[in-house]
């Protein structure tokens, strides 16, 4: 099965490039990588950088974690590093996994394993191996299935990992069948590469995938939240998404996706939700700034009609639609993330944006007074900016004049809230008397009589905006004589 002669980094199967770039490596890290490996080898035993690194560094892209694996086992992992490492940790030891940190470099080492699942559990079993050769055997995909001995820079590629990285092509090691069946978050990871990566997927692994997708249900919700966030904040989300509907996974995983896939009617009078949302994904990715994932936005854009096909009605003439989708596409975005173990922040930010994705709509051709217009910002919040772009994203007509027309309505809402913002301050609205001042107007003591004069106050501003302490006085000593202050 593997090579007797192991790839060199002369080898001719190596590239100039790729060859640099593996040297260049070697530099930027050394002397801890080197270093660590003839510390190994001094104590016995074997040591090898592993996987994604190896991956990512044939493809010119060079990071700060290295991912080692050894023959030793975690124990003696411990006893050879303690007075190495800058500092240890042991979170992953269950697994085989020490971690530590050296510099500026993240270091974890695993000791040579199997795992497999058992059916009916979601923790893997893992077993310890004898050989680097075996180790690389169990990992997901052979272009993670290649490694370098340290320290003397032998690159080991037993599966061909190599000319998969070339055709940009994802395949197991061994059977799919047997991969996925001993961790079936390999399944989403050739998703989340997909997107990250731009790799396609092997056939043989695609018609595992997609025989094998319900068995996904045995990993924990955590595992596959960090995948399909990882997926969702890759170079190419859609294609990674469109491989978990193709493959039946996200019937598991993001049921709301394939869902989104609405039957469309003979006279197309309504978008295919799909298609647009993937659409209004990558829309907002191109108004991203300095190239970083907007995680919030990008689920948002993902999450936002996820409502419609709940909401969806027939109307007379023929006509399709989808009354207070945002109101039940956020609950059940707040839900969906929830089970997923999103942060409480998280959760709440994308499910408010989901919410709040068609309040621009109402603004017509700018009939909004500027009364409305606060709201609209009051409402948005810390999100503003985000909600901004997803407007903008969720435009995904063919028609150039209603898109050029409805781009220009919004240029007119954002100059309104800047002229808004510059004149008000808007972004700090308070009302102009403090709960001290409120109490000494209307001669009361704290209690709910302020509560309710705050509010009134409030809304005051937003609709008059600053009127001055003088206005805002009398305005309350009206309110309090027409309101009875007991109730």
Not at 75 to 102: H, M, N, P
Request: net charge negative; proline share 4%; aromatic share 6%.
């Amino acid at each position: 099965m593997f090579r007797k002669d192991p790839l060199r980094l002369s080898d001719s199967t190596l590239t100039e490039s790729q060859r640099q770039a593996m040297h260049d490596l070697f530099r930027k890290i050394a002397p801890a990588a080197d270093e660590l490996g003839r510390l190994f080898a001094a104590h016995g035993h074997e040591l090898a950088l592993v996987g994604g690194p190896v991956r990512d560094l044939l493809l010119g892209r060079i990071g700060n974690d290295l991912d080692l694996t050894t023959d030793a086992r975690p124990e003696r992992v411990l006893e050879i590093v303690k007075d190495w490492a800058d500092s240890v940790w042991t979170i992953g030891i269950d697994f085989g996994t020490v971690g530590l940190r050296k510099g500026g470099s993240l270091i974890e080492i695993t000791t040579y394993r199997s795992e497999s699942y058992d059916p009916k559990s979601r923790k893997p079993d893992v077993m310890y191996g004898e050989t680097l050769e075996a180790d690389l055997e169990r990992r997901d995909f052979a272009v993670n299935a290649m490694a370098v001995r340290l320290p003397g820079h032998e690159f080991i590629d037993p599966y061909g990992g190599l000319r998969d990285l070339r055709a940009g092509l994802l395949r197991t090691p061994g059977s799919p069948e047997r991969s996925f069946g001993d961790d079936p978050l390999r399944m989403l990871r050739a998703a989340r590469f997909a997107s990250q990566l731009g790799f396609t997927v092997d056939d043989d692994a695609l018609a595992a995938m997609s025989a094998m997708a319900e068995r996904i249900q045995i990993v924990s919700a955590e595992r596959i939240r960090d995948e399909l966030d990882k997926l969702v904040c890759g170079a190419n989300p859609r294609e990674g998404l469109r491989l978990l509907v193709q493959t039946g996974l996200a019937a598991y995983v993001l049921p709301e996706l394939p869902k989104l896939r609405l039957e469309i009617d003979e006279h197309h009078r309504h978008k295919d939700v799909y298609e647009h949302t993937l659409t209004v994904l990558d829309q907002a990715i191109a108004q991203e700034e300095d190239g970083k994932p907007d995680k919030i936005l990008r689920w948002t854009a993902l999450m936002h009609d996820v409502g419609k096909p709940k909401t969806r009605r027939h109307e007379p003439g023929g006509r399709v639609s989808f009354h207070h989708h945002e109101v039940v596409g956020a609950q059940m975005t707040k839900k969906r993330m929830t089970e997923l173990k999103f942060p409480k922040d998280v959760v709440s930010d994308v499910s408010r944006l989901v919410e709040l994705h068609l309040r621009f709509h109402g603004y017509g051709t700018g009939e909004w007074t500027d009364s409305a217009v606060r709201r609209y910002v009051r409402d948005a919040g810390h999100l503003l900016d985000r909600l901004h772009k997803l407007t903008r994203a969720d435009c995904t007509t063919r028609n150039k004049r209603k898109a050029a027309a409805l781009a220009r309505t919004y240029d007119h809402l954002e100059e309104r809230i800047a002229r808004l913002a510059e004149e008000e301050e808007l972004a700090k609205i308070r009302p102009e008397l403090d709960g001290n001042e409120i109490q000494r107007v209307l001669g009361v003591g704290p209690g709910p009589v302020v509560g309710r004069a705050y509010k009134f106050l409030l809304e005051l501003r937003l609709d008059k905006g600053m009127i001055g302490k003088e206005a805002a006085t009398e305005a309350l000593l009206e309110w309090a004589r027409s309101d009875d202050l007991g109730a």
